[in-house]
């Protein structure tokens, strides 16, 4: 497919080996702190357009994988000087922002929005360190398949624009992953989103499809600009603005358009970005230079594997897997796929030949579970964090009927839930668990309940209860679903409050002592709180065994249980 500006496409799809090499040169590091999705909001439009001149034209350059295999040429020595090595002049550049540079290929105006977001990033030299940090890991990657489809390198800074290169990264949109994929465009473009798997943060998913999705867009509208601004807005919001500016006899190009604020300063803020990359110390700006060379390699699994087992296989930690593969949401990779692990290059081997050598049937730990009275496959799948698709599967079950006292068996996880730092629970757990100003209450939903009724009922705002729950505002509930509000210190409540259908949870910590036959799940039950809740107040094992006579800490509603209940 040829696209319009000269940008050669060359879409034939690589053979996939066992282990397929990419390349990255990155060291994993500690975690950084993180700045949130909308960290670059500064969007500075305005109506100077008029007059736009060109810095400097891009050209058109397209690699070519044949012009990265050569051979050093060596220097004549010389009588009493200094041998030193040459170089050709077609060899690779040893740092990766140095191709990237040599890559760029949009045009670039003077405008005065590009000159706004120059000054933002100027004045905040340490952003782009974070930002480079965390692009590091997938930054190669993505570099050599913009090469290999001929589109212009400005692509490979879009997800600062889009994310800051966070790959957990998720909009009050709904948008999620580096490219910030809204759940309906995801799906049109084949990214899988399970319980198990999110393909909008899978870095090698995720950056097929928007690179995909961005040359599709440029063949529709025939230049960049245009092409962006769909990207960030949707086609038919850039369609309309130049179907008005056409009707209305103005200029159709996109500095001319009436577009959305956040679109008006989106391509700006590539724009700048590339400058920076450019020359980075007419803005006083050092890059720290990132290894051109391979890192990572993508590995066919076969099938589903504990994600514990796979770091420790690979010699690495749960949380360096799960920065390297940020689709998985659980402790598991997806039972129904995709069977494939990212992991650094040295580890490859080592994890293959171990992986090789363990039996199928111990990828995943299987527990025999006995139904109780009153459990439903859901409670099952909730108790062993797992789902109820995977259980009827295992066990041979067409529809959700079971009976107490059946043995069904149930995949577990090999470590404590705790161990599964970046598995979407976790993340959860510690963006609820974050202090914040005044008093911590949880409100347990209950059928009907929307995020607009909560927040009337607790005086809060919904983008409030979304920001300290990590949803967006058209995320759906369930019932049984924790979220936690967090009010004023000795906020009464309010005729509004004491008109709704269920009143502040009034929480209070009790002790409760175990008896024979307790469990967790019957614990959970009677005070109308989670089995997780109760291990994390307790910092009880995933594994571990209920004594008579031990002690447990209890945070209950007290307006809610039984005064014989404790």
Not at 216 to 236: C, I, K, M, T, V
Not at 281 to 310: C, F, H, K, M, V
């Amino acid at each position: 497919m040829e696209a319009n500006s000269g940008f050669t496409s060359r879409n034939n799809k690589r053979d996939i080996d066992k282990v397929r090499r990419i390349t990255c040169a990155y060291t994993p590091l500690p975690a950084r702190p993180q700045l949130g999705a909308g960290a670059l909001g500064l969007c500075l439009a305005d109506s100077e357009s008029a007059g736009i001149r060109c810095r400097s034209s891009g050209g058109r350059r397209v690699y070519r994988p044949e012009v990265l295999d050569v051979t050093p040429v060596q220097a004549m020595p010389q009588p009493d000087a200094t041998v030193a090595e040459e170089k050709p002049d077609d060899a690779p550049p040893e740092d990766l922002w140095a191709r990237i540079r040599g890559g760029f290929g949009m045009d670039m105006p003077e405008n005065s929005r590009i000159d706004a977001e120059l000054a933002f990033f100027s004045a905040r030299p340490g952003y782009m360190e974070r930002v480079s940090d965390r692009a590091e890991p997938y930054l190669y990657y993505i570099v050599d398949e913009i090469e290999r489809r001929g589109l212009p390198m400005e692509l490979a800074l879009l997800p600062i624009v889009e994310s800051a290169y966070q790959p957990f990264a998720y909009s009050p949109g709904r948008a999620a992953g580096i490219w910030q994929f809204i759940p309906s465009t995801g799906l049109h473009f084949g990214l899988k989103q399970t319980w198990w798997y999110d393909g909008r943060r899978d870095i090698i998913a995720s950056t097929d499809a928007a690179l995909t999705y961005l040359e599709s867009l440029y063949n529709q509208f025939g230049d960049w600009e245009h092409a962006l601004a769909a990207y960030n807005a949707g086609q038919g919001t850039v369609r309309s603005a130049i179907r008005r500016n056409g009707n209305a006899g103005r200029p159709t190009d996109y500095w001319n358009l009436p577009l959305p604020r956040e679109t008006q300063g989106y391509v700006p803020r590539l724009l700048a970005l590339r400058a920076l990359i450019e020359t980075p110390e007419e803005y006083g700006l050092t890059l720290r230079p990132l290894a051109n060379e391979p890192y990572l390699a993508i590995i066919d699994i076969d099938s589903q594997i504990d994600l514990a087992l796979a770091a420790e296989l690979a010699d690495l930690t749960i949380k360096e897997v799960y920065r390297l593969n940020p689709g998985f949401n659980r402790w598991a990779t997806d039972p129904d796929g995709p069977h494939r692990l990212v992991l650094p290059l040295d580890r490859a081997d080592a994890f293959t030949a171990g992986l090789e050598a363990l039996p199928a049937s111990e990828r995943v730990t299987w527990r025999r579970h006995q139904v109780r009275s009153g459990q439903t496959l859901s409670h099952i799948a909730r108790e062993h964090n797992t789902t109820v698709t995977v259980i009827q599967e295992a066990n041979g079950l067409r529809d959700h009927r079971i009976r107490a006292g059946a043995h069904l068996i149930v995949p577990v996880s090999r470590g404590n839930a705790e161990e599964y730092t970046l598995s979407a629970s976790q993340r959860l757990n510690r963006l609820q668990a974050t202090n914040r100003e005044g008093q911590r209450h949880t409100h347990t939903v209950r059928n009907g309940d929307t995020l607009w009724d909560i927040s009337r009922r607790y005086g809060v705002s919904v983008g409030q209860v979304t920001n300290w729950n990590g949803m967006a505002p058209n995320d759906i509930l369930r019932p049984g679903q924790d979220l936690v509000i967090w009010l004023p210190e000795g906020q009464v409540r309010t005729a509004s409050q004491a008109n709704s259908r269920a009143p502040i949870p009034s929480q209070q910590n009790v002790q409760y002592t175990v008896r024979r036959g307790d469990s967790l799940y019957r614990i959970a039950r009677q005070f109308n709180v989670s089995v997780a809740d109760l291990r994390r107040w307790n910092n009880l094992p995933s594994q571990g065994y209920l004594q008579p006579g031990q002690r447990l800490r209890v945070m209950v509603d007290v307006t809610s249980q039984q005064s014989d209940a404790i």
